[in-house]
């Protein structure tokens, strides 16, 4: 089972900040926190991972709580492309990913 | 930016018949998967494969299946005998995972899998 807990909907206004939460308190100190998102009828998409830091790419940024138990995913100017399922995912030393349902993400004109 | 590419998109069978997904993962990545998303479902993990050899399959991932990179580029998933609850999207990633450090999956856009 996915061990991350994340809101089942959000909605957000077109080239508005969002920040999609998630928590996951059973984390050790080795686990990765990976983002995907998957738009409709297709596969998943890479969005950004880290471990302690918090960390920036060309997609979005992933910040970190200290204790680790809570990250927040931030696209910082929201498209109507960017709607999809978000998912967020703990993994430890094995390479699988466990995917949960995800917050689908809607984008409103 | 390079993809992982997958063959076909759509497949039909009959209940019974061996069938093979094809995927060609990205070149200098060294890690390969399969996972599968049934219609209105959570994306499930079914295999993992390094070196040459499974390194890590889930409980759906039976003797029906097996994986398979036969030619150094191709990355191939057969089942042997399928059922209908084999329906679903199956979709390939590969992964770079040089020297321990972790990078991100790239997906492939998926076969759909229809099993009559």
């Known amino acids: 089972d996915a061990k991350t807990t994340q809101p089942n909907s959000m909605e957000s206004n077109e080239e508005e900040p969002v920040h999609l939460p998630c928590n996951h308190s059973?984390?050790?100190?080795?686990?990765?926190i990976h983002w995907y998102r998957q738009l409709p009828s297709q596969g998943p998409e890479y969005v950004i991972h880290?471990?302690?830091s918090n960390v920036n790419n060309r997609m979005a940024s992933l910040a970190i709580a200290e204790d680790r138990k809570s990250s927040t995913l931030i696209l910082h100017r929201a498209t109507l492309r960017d709607a999809a399922v978000y998912y967020c995912?703990?993994?430890?030393?094995?390479?699988?990913?466990?995917f949960g349902s995800g917050t689908q993400l809607t984008v409103l004109p | 930016e390079p993809e992982v590419t997958q063959t076909p998109s759509h497949q039909v069978t009959q209940m019974g018949q061996e069938v093979i997904l094809r995927c060609v993962p990205i070149?200098?990545?060294?890690?390969f998967y399969w996972y599968r998303q049934i219609l209105g479902q959570k994306v499930e993990f079914l295999v993992s494969?390094?070196?040459?050899?499974?390194?890590?399959k889930s409980e759906i991932f039976d003797d029906q299946f097996s994986v398979e990179r036969p030619d150094g580029s191709n990355f191939t998933l057969k089942i042997r005998s399928t059922k209908l609850e084999d329906s679903a999207m199956y979709f390939c990633?590969?992964?770079?995972?040089?020297?321990?450090?972790?990078?991100?999956?790239?997906f492939g856009s998926g076969t759909r899998l229809t099993v009559v």
């Open positions: 990633a590969s992964t770079r995972d040089d020297r321990g450090e972790f990078y991100g999956y790239t």
């Open positions: 059973t984390i050790s100190g080795t686990d990765y």
């Open positions: 880290g471990l302690t």
């Open positions: 995912i703990q993994s430890g030393s094995a390479r699988q990913l466990t």
């Open positions: 070149s200098n990545h060294l890690y």
């Open positions: 494969f390094y070196n040459n050899e499974i390194s890590e």
